[in-house]
């Protein structure tokens, strides 16, 4: 109980750490050009190649190529302009012997989008451009207790365009 306590604690002090960062920017400098109050933007995160904008996503993959790892059963407790934090499934093939023949694990996660782009060919639209995972209890061999990636920042040019 006592860990769990401090774990708790460290989720805590470093997404308040992480919403100080993005709401202020670094060095706490104002924007240099302030958004007009009438235009609506829409806070997105990007996920693999071709496929859309999400949104407080259910699932989100990690490796697109054969979906191997993802996040499933995510549910949002903050989704903001800079900031979003879920609590999950990191679900995760062994591989072993072989990744067909491999048996999915699962970890529980704590996960946390942040900093923010515009997402090129989308007006309106901003996106997250940093994730970091957090694994209070068990985690995949060879990670630490936290995992920072980066995020895709464009979708392709909308048709027509």
Request: some cysteine; glycine content about 10%.
């Amino acid at each position: 109980m006592k860990h769990a306590r401090l774990g708790a604690s460290v989720i805590s002090l470093f997404a308040a750490g992480l919403l100080a960062y993005s709401l202020a920017g670094p060095a706490g400098a104002a924007p240099a050009h302030p958004a007009a109050a009438s235009v609506s933007v829409q806070t997105v995160v990007l996920d693999c190649p071709g496929l859309p904008a999400l949104v407080r996503p259910k699932t989100y993959i990690l490796s697109c190529a054969d979906g191997y790892v993802q996040l499933d059963k995510l549910s949002w407790t903050s989704w903001t302009p800079g900031l979003a934090s879920a609590t999950g499934t990191l679900i995760k093939n062994t591989c072993t012997p072989s990744c067909v023949a491999g048996h999915f694990r699962s970890y529980r996660v704590l996960v946390v989008f942040w900093g923010k782009a515009a997402v090129k060919n989308h007006p309106g639209q901003q996106c997250y451009t940093r994730m970091t995972l957090i694994y209070p209890g068990a985690r995949p061999n060879g990670l630490g207790q936290t995992q920072t990636v980066s995020l895709p920042t464009s979708l392709p040019a909308p048709v027509g365009a």
